[in-house]
């Protein structure tokens, strides 16, 4: 239940903290589409937040904006009670924001362990020329971030494979290893985008199991985009809901599964 600015407690007893994103009259428009049109809402610190729609409402053009990728013709995005200016998307992966992909988007050729390394880069300050004069230094940074993606791949339980190929993977381990390279940046705020798509039950099981785990453990924020309708009603703490670009439910899974034009719009028919 919502308790003014400091947060909410959840029916399972979870401290929900202040806002830490919030997004204001944002409007995305590409040529004559409207993708996004004058959407507002927030995100809390350690809430898992869903994001839900039919095909085309604009949910993944959300996630891109959040993200950079996208700069919103109109509105603000405040991160962390600043108002963000327009920021390409490695200044916001610095600001420790980060994703996965609806399609898969790792290094098929590297291995599991120099995948979930790249997740590192917005950590590393040794560049090249510094490695070069300072090579103690270097090494040091090598050695600290190679124990936080260890750390990453025990969590997700992939050590078995941490030198396999990406390319050699099942989807759902494919899967996990994207997930593994967002959390190896060690974000404040977690941007999902569709992580169970394709997925057979047990994958999407395990992959349920393994966000509850990412937000209990590292109190993790995470938003994310998802069509299975039990997966997001049995994670989020709350869940907006988009069509056509417009926002049309706000609010606990309860709140939205009661309300009638979501219902309309998207609960009344099959998403699979
Ligand atoms: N780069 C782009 N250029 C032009 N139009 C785009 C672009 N990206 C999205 N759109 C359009 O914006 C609208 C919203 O698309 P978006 O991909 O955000 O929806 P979505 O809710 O994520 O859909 P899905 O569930 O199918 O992924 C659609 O009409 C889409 O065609």
Redesign the pocket.
């Known amino acids: 239940m919502l308790d003014g600015s400091d947060g909410y407690v959840t029916e399972d007893g979870r401290k929900i903290g202040a806002v830490v994103m919030e997004m204001k009259n944002i409007t995305l428009r590409?040529g004559g589409?409207v993708?996004i049109e004058n959407i507002s809402f927030d995100i809390r610190e350690g809430e898992i937040r869903a994001i839900i729609?039919p095909?085309?409402?604009?949910?993944?053009?959300?996630l891109n904006v959040i993200s950079g990728f996208y700069i919103p013709q109109e509105g603000e995005v405040w991160f962390h009670g600043a108002k963000r200016p327009p920021m390409k998307p490695f200044e916001v992966a610095r600001q420790g924001i980060a994703r996965t992909f609806?399609n898969i988007a790792l290094f098929e050729g590297m291995s599991v362990l120099d995948n979930v390394m790249t997740g590192r880069l917005t950590h590393m300050t040794a560049g090249i020329p510094a490695q070069a004069l300072w090579k103690g230094r270097a090494e040091a940074e090598e050695v600290a971030n190679r124990e936080v993606a260890e750390k990453i791949i025990d969590f997700l339980e992939i050590q078995h494979i941490r030198k396999t190929p990406v390319a050699r993977l099942p989807y759902g381990l494919k899967k996990r290893v994207e997930l593994a390279r967002a959390l190896a940046a060690e974000p404040r705020l977690l941007l999902l985008d569709e992580p169970m798509a394709g997925m057979n039950v047990e994958e999407k099981e395990d992959m349920c199991r393994f966000i509850l785990d990412v937000n209990d453990e590292f109190g993790t924020t995470i938003a994310l985009?998802e069509?299975d309708m039990g997966v997001v009603m049995d994670l989020s703490d709350r869940v907006v809901v988009?069509d056509y670009?417009k926002k049309i439910g706000d609010g606990t899974p309860d709140e939205v599964r009661s309300n009638q034009e979501v219902i309309d719009a998207y609960l009344g028919v099959s998403h699979d």
């Not at 095909?55 to 959300?62: F, P, V």
């Open positions: 590409f589409v993708a729609g095909n085309g409402a604009g949910k993944s053009s959300m609806q985009i069509h988009m670009g």
